[in-house]
């Protein structure tokens, strides 16, 4: 089996995954994994696609359609083989009042001590009552073998007081 990287973003529309999909399903691919939503009128995703080996380059051919019709543009990357962590893995809670920089502070730091971020996920929302906007992040992090939970902890609590936000690693 093939294991193909598909991002797509197009004007946000019903009918969209669908024509994905079938395109997918057309092939024989199996839609394993996707993290996929609206932003600002437009529609974006990430798909993890395995598909037989004989097909995947008819697959991707078979993709451009999309962006001709003006429904997603899609780029295609072949995967590679997910590697393994020996290190721990940690969930970051972030929440506090938005502000430009926040993402960049918490990834240089994480980036300072190798730790990977495996996934996340950032929203801004209005906050209840105070007025303003809060930013809200969920991450899972991978660190490696020689990382503790408690220095990670110490490095981010310094991080929170200096950004005034929440942050809970567990």
């Known amino acids: 089996m093939t294991t193909l990287v598909l991002t797509v973003i197009g ?13 997918v399903a057309r092939h024989h691919g199996n839609w394993e994994r996707s993290r996929m939503a609206e932003l600002a009128g437009k529609f974006a995703g990430i798909v993890l696609v395995s598909v ?14 999309l962006s001709a019709q003006g429904l997603l543009d899609v780029t295609v990357e072949r995967g590679a083989p ?8 940690f969930s970051l809670h972030l929440l506090g009042t938005d502000q430009p920089g926040i993402i960049r502070e918490i990834s240089a ?13 950032t929203e801004t929302r209005e906050a209840p009552m105070a007025g303003g906007m809060l930013f809200e992040a969920d991450a899972l992090l991978e660190a490696p073998h020689g990382v503790s939970g408690d220095d990670l902890r110490a490095v981010l609590e310094d991080l ?11």
Request: negative net charge.
């Open 52 to 65: 037989p080996d004989g097909n995947a380059e008819a697959l991707t051919a078979d993709l451009a359609p």
């Open 109 to 121: 730091a994480l980036a300072a001590r190798s730790v990977s971020i495996a996934e996340l996920r």
């Open 82 to 89: 997910e590697r393994r962590s020996d290190g721990a893995r």
């Open 11 to 23: 004007d946000d529309r019903s009918g969209l995954v669908e024509a994905l999909s079938s395109v």
């Open 160 to 170: 929170a007081t200096a950004l005034m936000v929440d942050i809970e690693l567990e």
